[in-house]
C-alpha cells in the first residue's frame, strides 16, 4: 500500500495542473482524456496492489484471483474501447494519464525497495 499512496500523492501535483493547462488547448477532450488515463490507471494499481496482498497470504494462486484479475483487465479494456471508439475522449491525454502513473509507479519501486 506504501506504493500506491506514493504513487496517488505525486501523481496529483502532475495530473491537476496538466489537465487545468489542457484547457487552454484546442483538443476539448484532452483534460478528459487525462483525467481519465490517470483514474485507470489508479483503479489498475490499486486492484493490482489488493490482489497481490492476497497472494502473499495464500499458500497457492487461487483460481478467484486469476479470474478475477482477467476480468479486470477485460473491463478497463473494454471502457477504454469505447470511450475511444465514441470519441469521448482524446487518446494522447489517456495515454498521457496512464505514462504519469506507470513512471510513478517505478519510480516509487525503486524507491521502496532501495528503503527495505
Known sequence: MEILKGVFKKSLFII???VVISFFY???KLPLGIFLGWLFGIFNLKTLTRNVEG???AKSVTVKLVILG???LLALF???FFLIYYK???VFGLLF???VVFILILIEGARVSKGE
Open 16 to 18: 491537476l495542473p496538466a
Open 70 to 72: 482477467m476480468f479486470r
Open 88 to 90: 469521448v475522449v482524446n
Open 26 to 28: 484546442e483538443a476539448p
Open 97 to 99: 494519464g496512464f505514462t
Open 78 to 80: 473494454a471502457v477504454i
Open 55 to 57: 497472494l502473499v497470504g
